[in-house]
């Protein structure tokens, strides 16, 4: 479901309807180029592979970085807020008041864990509005790419664009550059 409010309202308007939704438990709304987008709760699959990275995020970055699921992320330089899977950044990464949103210059590192219903997004307008926001590491966990499920780290951010790249299929490990600089084993992803 997707509200084209912008056009009827300007950014703090649509920001101050983003902030007053009234969801069912565990639906997001963020905030797209057009307008408010809804998707429900993920799967047991999507939760479990958000629980896995999580783990193995905490174990190996250093104790005054964070690791936050469904932390709402607004892009820099854009009217978009986006509520990745896994958000890292500095403990002490302030958030705007007023909303309590992270800005996306502060994140280290996002995943994003493509669902059955909607891949596209992750694979293509979150990656790009993640590069040109100065996301520096972006992990897409793509469990709906044909012919295999498969993770794609992207990485150094120029001009808007990631200018590295590196695909592993499930079951592989996964090599997530500095600063992260952990193996991500994807064995147990499904």
């Known amino acids: 479901m997707s509200l084209a409010a912008e056009?009827?309202?300007?950014?703090?308007?649509?920001?101050?309807?983003?902030?007053?939704?009234?969801?069912?438990?565990?639906?997001?709304?963020?905030?797209?180029?057009?307008?408010?987008?809804v998707t429900p709760s993920p799967d047991h699959d999507h939760k479990a592979i958000a629980h896995l990275v999580h783990k193995a995020l905490i174990k190996g970055?250093?104790?005054?970085?964070?690791?936050?699921?469904?932390?709402?992320?607004?892009?820099?330089?854009?009217?978009?807020?986006?509520?990745?899977?896994?958000?890292?950044?500095?403990?002490?990464a302030p958030v705007e008041a007023d909303d309590r949103l992270l800005l996306s210059t502060h994140a280290l590192l996002v995943v994003e864990i493509t669902?059955?219903?909607?891949?596209?997004?992750?694979?293509?307008?979150?990656?790009?509005?993640?590069?040109?926001?100065?996301?520096?590491?972006?992990?897409?966990?793509?469990r709906w790419h044909e012919p295999k499920a498969r993770v794609t780290v992207f990485s150094d951010p120029v001009d808007g664009a990631y200018q590295r790249s590196t695909t592993t299929p499930f079951g592989e490990t996964v090599d997530l550059p500095e600063p992260?600089?952990?193996?991500l084993d994807t064995g147990r992803f499904g």
């Open 7 to 37: 056009r009827l309202a300007g950014w703090p308007e649509l920001l101050r309807m983003w902030q007053t939704l009234d969801l069912p438990h565990g639906w997001r709304a963020e905030i797209t180029e057009g307008g408010i987008a």
């Open 115 to 142: 669902s059955a219903s909607n891949p596209l997004p992750d694979r293509t307008t979150k990656k790009d509005a993640y590069a040109s926001g100065g996301v520096g590491i972006y992990v897409l966990i793509d």
């Open 61 to 92: 970055i250093p104790d005054e970085w964070a690791v936050y699921q469904t932390h709402g992320l607004r892009i820099a330089g854009a009217h978009k807020v986006f509520i990745p899977d896994l958000v890292v950044a500095p403990e002490d």
């Open 180 to 183: 992260i600089g952990l193996a």
